[in-house]
């Protein structure tokens, strides 16, 4: 072939082959930039999760009873040793714990003040303290640090004990500097005689330099006493106080060391790390310290094990959502740059045809395309690659090989479909939609389709769901893909049958419209299929998202109002019925229900008991603040009055009492049961372990114990949102906690995994949208050749301009209605098939994966949106497609 009509070929359709890059360029971009975006959701989630963790979780801890130690060189050996522990812990733990931190501190004993004390605490109780490093975290406001203890003069008695202790404490405890008080210690172990030691003097007086730190987060009640109430005797009080680290030889046997080791844990290594915490915290490790001849060992905890579980587990199954939901619009990607690549080929037609006919061969002519499929599909794919590389920057690692698989097709997706499709023929051919093809392939291509459609879903539903640590199933990811093709190809299969009764029914008819429409839908060959995918896809997208999204609000509503218990839960002090009324009567609030949690209570039954806890309802009132909550205990009927076997009782069905025997509650006295129920939860009303429900009142009458309730559930009137809880947050002015279900909804939508769910969503349904609205003009310019001849002839029969909109509207929007139809379909089924293959329950932090829900008027909405978007885009490419054929019409080509 001579250069100058390669030349002429080439740019014969320069404008198509700018469409394609531009297609190419934008694809790749895409498929560039959903891997960073995937990357950057994990680091934001993980950072996220530990941010929302508290140092107490995050820190490994652990504690060793009766520590070898008597004094400062001995502490400091502990440390040293624990210290080594870590070296060999990996490399991740390695690289992000700190040093330890070790303290040694008493069990509770009683203490006498000498001078006076507050009246304020029917007893006052001291716990003893060492902690080499507490001078750098507090200052000194009055006193001095205290000093070793001082021995005993000859036949004299030991002088007084040096302690300091918090600001808090001193003035909560009216503990003043040089106040003295007593306290039975006995002597440890490893200490040389037999002496107690039980006479103590403030000799200081601390602040916290930051009282935010962690250490005070780890070691509660250190800068205030803590305070334990009892129903009946009023309130005590334990103070902690410090010593100097040579007291450790008089301490007492039952003193334990407090270990805890800072995390420093990121997003960057986040799965190694995890695997080296599991491994270290599954072991005892010995601690080989001079003195005992038998090392002890130590077993160490952390709750950020859990929370690095938790945070991969939402990313992972947000990342094989996003996966399935990517496929559909990577699948569609491909097809319309095939769509693009045949118009390419079609615009060139006389060219190739002319070329053939001069001598080139099939060989050169699709060498050339591919050549030149080459020459502007690599710069665009690359191009648009670079783009997304400066548009989303993640930094860290390089990214993984198998991320460049997607941008690599693209580029070479033109050279290969310009080089493999069919070549332009002199004499043009049509070929009639029909149940019946000419072609034996496309029946083969078509079964094989279905057959490997179906033997996907077998496989995929037959593995269950993919744990939280199982990462992404490529299987699970092509399924939904497969299926949309699959619904595609039936639908193109069944379509045939409704346009031949639409064309019979206006071949007899009267108006030119209809029956040209209809006869061109059956010419339309196999062009409408591309369409039909990409409009079903988008349409899936939307149906799947909308219920999707409402699917994991309920499920996290759920969890949320079966931990809270109600609308909101209180917790402070103690309520009040003067409290119980205010609350009450407060905006928005529909009814309140107060909760006793009276613990470790023996439950007998004949010669045994057992421990468990008791839970004093208000019974009349709390089923109707849990109307809403899933799985809310049932009060049975005249469970508030008093039975002739005794109190009615809820007992837990893990602790199989025998109801034949009398089953009593051993409190003040004893009080006898009547259980009507074994229930196996109680949502929002009891916690972990053995639990016995019965009515406040009735228990208050039968102990005479004026039990004071804790915890409040509070339901909350219809159509009552932040501003009832805002009430009830300035009520409690601080006092307590409040929980809210809206909250931890609100927060669980905020967070990295539910807001990358959400946006990967809308751009997935804007990329099959935009794809649909581009395959169905490349659909109309393919069609436009025919058109025109079609209008040239209707034109000179004297058919006025307006014929040309009506048959681009018969084109394009049977089409539209038919993808609408099936895509709201396959939208509707596509979330069994996602729950069924995906672990949900990261996102809720349940241990049952959340039931389906769909909106109806919801998901309505979001179709008669789509409607409307399809509607202009079906418009703007009528447009398009009009101008096109008037002007191919007034230059009297063909």
Known sequence: MKTRLLLRMVRSSIGATVALALLVAVASAIF????????QTFTDEVNYAIAETPPTLRALTAT???????????????ESVLAQTFTGAGEHMTRTTGDPRVSVTTTRVSMSAADRGSDDFFETSVRFRVDRGISSLVEMVEGTAPGPPAEASDGGALAPVEVMLAAGTAER????????FTAPVTTNSYAAGSSTRSEFVVVGVFEATNPAADQWQHQL?????????????GDAATATVYIDPASLAWMARSAEAEIWVP???EAEGAAGLLADLRAFTAVEHPLELSGPSDPPQVRFDTG?????????????STSTVLAMVAAGPIGVTFAVLALGARLALTRRAASLALAAARGGSGRQLRSLLAVEGLAFGIPAAVLGAAVAILAVPVPGAAPAPTNLLLPAATALAPAVLLAAMPLPRLRPSRDDVAIRSRSRWRWVVEVAVLLITAASLWLVTGQGVTGAGGGTDPLAVTAPLLLAISVSLLTLRLFPLVVHVVHGAARRGRGLTAFLGSARLLRSGATPLIPVLALATGVAIAVLAATMLTTLRGGV?????????????????????????EIAGLDGVAAVSAVTTIPAVALAEDDTSRRVTVYAVDSATLPEVQTDVPGAVTVPGGFSELSPTGVPALVWSGHEVDTSEEVRLVLDSSVVLDVVGEPAAAPGVVGPGAWVIVDLQLVREATGQNLVPRDVLVDLDDGAGPDAVRALSEWMAGRGTIVSPAESTAEFLASPSARSLQAGFVIALVVSLVLACLAIILGLLLAAPERRRLLGVLRTLGVSRAMAGRLVAWESVPLVVAALVVGTGLGLVLPYLVAGTVDLRPFTGADTAPELRSDPLLITGVVAALAVVLTVCVLLAGVIARRLSTSVLRIGES
């Open 173 to 180: 405890m009216e503990l003043g500097l040089g106040e003295r």
């Open 304 to 316: 950020l094990t859990e929370v690095l579980h938790s945070a991969i587990g939402r990313w992972r």
């Open 32 to 39: 560039t930039a959903w891997p960073r975006l995937e990357r």
């Open 263 to 265: 995390v420093r844990a």
């Open 557 to 581: 509503d759920d969890g949320a109002r079966a931990d809270a218990g109600a609308d909101v839960r209180l917790n402070g002090p103690t309520f009040s019925e003067g409290d119980l009324t």
């Open 64 to 78: 060793l009873p009766d520590p070898p130690v008597r004094d400062e060189a001995g502490l400091a050996e502990l």
């Open 221 to 233: 009640n250190t800068l205030t006493p803590r305070i334990d109430s009892d129903f009946n005797r």
